[in-house]
């Protein structure tokens, strides 16, 4: 299972971190990334870790890191300078396994 976690109110320009807890399998033994799905829109890809190697999708690049955390079993996504268009409910993937989601919403 994946649990997100982290999401809720952000202005515009500030920065938010989303977790994501695995249980019942290893991160570290597969590869595991971050989706979103803003209103009305398809659910697109943002960021991922692939065995040692990390990579962002162009719409955050720049503005996101994502990191694993072996010894929690997390994967994180850290986001700064947000916009309004990076609202969207994030979810965490690793194969066929999708986390419930978690709700970001950048707003004044």
Do not use: H
């Not at 659910?43 to 991922?48: E, I, L, Q, T, Y």
């Amino acid at each position: 299972q994946l649990q997100a976690s982290g999401g809720g109110l952000v202005q515009p320009g500030g920065s938010l971190r989303l977790s994501c807890a695995a249980s019942g399998f290893r991160l570290a033994d597969y590869a595991i990334g971050w989706f979103r799905q803003a209103p009305g829109k398809e659910r697109d890809w943002v960021a991922g870790v692939f065995g040692f190697s990390t990579r962002i999708a162009d719409s955050v690049t720049g503005r996101a890191t994502v990191s694993r955390d072996v010894n929690k079993n997390t994967l994180n996504l850290d986001i700064s300078r947000m916009t309004p268009e990076d609202t969207a409910v994030y979810y965490c993937n690793s194969g066929n396994t999708w986390g419930q989601g978690t709700l970001v919403t950048v707003s004044s």
